[in-house]
């Protein structure tokens, strides 16, 4: 080929043109996905009357950030971003406990039964008995508006517990033999020579877990009707079909508070969309760019397995 | 004599290194050379007691998994009764197959689950045509040389995964609305008069639905194809250059045929998920407007079985949408073991 003359590489007119198509290409993809994050952001701290009506697209317009105060006292919200945070706590760790034990359990080849054990949790990933069988069962369990009911079902899972084993699996055998050799017992060895040392692949399955926990719709929508359980996801979902009444009670109450309500400050339908959505979003986009090399592991060790 | 694995059977059939493990756990038991026979007995039985108590440790779990994914299966049985939550299972009205006849002889029933079933199919079809983005995405980005370009449009673009679908709505709402953002642009343009129609429309549901899924899992998807580039042997590359191989002629022959065997399996377990959608993303768009052509099967269970109140009619659906899925996803399976001689589950 021509553009390699005496081992240096020369960029020819093609593959200029190459270059500049596929560079504005992926700019306009990355374009695409961060601009409406982007958009929702302005819009929440520009001035509302503004906002309301369509002209803040580029930068924000008489910046302030009264409508976070205001949206934090709209009735429910609070409460419902107590359980978002609760669940995903509490969710997040015991998903990662049980999923570092049955990960290295399963890795344990003098269990009885293992084998069978291990396939009786895999298999669950494949078949499921449909959306009202479940919801009886839950209903029968005592768990629909129930806080419980977030986690709970969430405790097992089986893609984490095969990211756990397949991790396990690649430690040396030599520091479970020598801790037998002491007389440890299983669970003196899980939690003080396995625990400790399976932190990185935990990561994965923590921010998995959690990310998926915080982003949770469903089970509240099929499963809950008390108000105090709602979650900031359901409350949102709520709030894009509501925002008009919401933006009336917000001024009501806003009124009372401040004392003084200009056009810029004063609540609308779209400011409140705006300002609950950044909330619900925020923590994902402060925490995915730290925790992104986590996503990538946990999702090529999953490959691994198909 | 068998080589010891370094590591304890990673990956690879899990059968098989079980097997490998027992083999060579027994081969030590039996060459190890300085055992008595008592302490060896006594060993065993210690070891019997200790296998015994590492299951009993896993036992909670194991209920759990049971309660929630095996013992739902028993509401199957609800499909046979007229099953009325206030009466119970015993006070409800048994009515054998009738759901399932129902299901093929109410000409209004066949029309509208054909409709669903149009709707789900469409959708993963469209799903399926769409899924070779995320390769293409990967082998274009490849060719960017900057990686601080690369990073951050691999960042940017894998940002829209990790929302709720919820969020998407929202976004959605605020930017296709008849009062969001690009009705504006239009109408300030003086391109429009009135506000046209993104969401509150029953036109072209199905590829607006697969445009949202793909703005949502485009660059996500092609992390895994990103890697599996990263690991092609580069003299495949060094030795077509040297025949005079130019860059999309190593896309065609070398790096796409390479990331073939990946994409297969992908696309098999997307045809084993043929009816399962999911309900979330057309939950939140779904509105008066579009019903009829965003209802895909597991909406549909939803919206007759918990919105409706006919559980006994959306058991029956979902338990043929269970058994039915279960079945594809053997036959894929099969398929894939006799052209790859390996299974993807």
Known sequence: MSNTTFGVRRRGGGDIIFAITNYSVFIALAFLCAYPFYFLIINSISANDVSALGQVRWLPVDVHLENYAQVLQLNGLPMAAIVSIARTAIGTLAAVLASAFLGFMFSQSKMWGRQFWYRFVIITMYFSAGLIPVFIVMKTLGLTNNFWVYVVPFIVQPFFIILVKTYVEAMPESLQEAA??????????FFRIFLPNMTPILATVAIFSAVAQWNSFQDTLIYVTDQSLY???????????QANSLAQAAQNSG???????????????????????????LPIIFIYPLFQRFFVKGIMLGAVKG | MREYPASRGAAGDDM?????????????LEESPATEKASRKWRR?????????????????????????????????????????????????????????????????????????LNTLAISFLGIATSVLPLIFAVFLNEVRAPWFRNSVQTLTTLPNFISWVLVYMIAFSLF??????????????LITQPLKFLDTDQNVWLTMTLWGVWKGLGWGAIIYLAAI???????????????????????????????????????????????NGMEQYFVFQNAFNKETIQVLDLYVYNIGITGNSLSMATAIGMLKSVISVVLLLTVNWIAKRVRGQSIV
């Open chain 1, 231 to 241: 979650t900031l996801q359901y409350l949102l979902y709520m709030f894009i079909n």
């Open chain 2, 230 to 276: 990263a690991g092609i042997d580069q003299s495949l590359y060094e030795s077509a250059k040297i025949d005079g191989a130019g860059r999309f002629q190593l896309m065609r022959y070398i790096t796409i045929p390479q990331l073939m065997p990946t994409y297969l399996v992908l696309l098999l377990l997307s045809v084993a998920n043929l009816l399962n």
């Open chain 1, 180 to 189: 037998e050799m002491d007389g440890a017992n299983i669970l003196q060895i």
């Open chain 2, 45 to 117: 039985q210690a070891g019997g007691r200790r296998s015994m108590g590492m299951f009993l440790c896993i036992v909670p779990f194991m209920v759990l998994v049971f309660v929630f994914s095996y013992f739902p299966l028993y509401g199957w049985i609800y499909s046979l009764f007229d099953y009325r939550p206030a009466l119970g299972l015993s006070g409800s009205e048994f009515v054998g197959l009738q759901w399932f006849e129902l299901l093929v002889s109410s000409p209004t029933q066949v029309a509208q689950i054909g409709q669903v079933l």
């Open chain 2, 16 to 28: 098989t290194s079980q097997l490998v493990l027992q083999e060579v756990a027994a081969t030590e």
């Open chain 1, 255 to 281: 009124g009372n508070l401040s004392g003084i309500i200009t056009a810029a400050t004063t609540q609308t339908p779209t400011s409140i969309r705006m300002t609950v959505s950044v909330l619900v979003v």
């Open chain 2, 177 to 190: 609305s008849s009062s969001g953002l690009v009705n504006n642009i239009l109408n300030d343009a003086g």
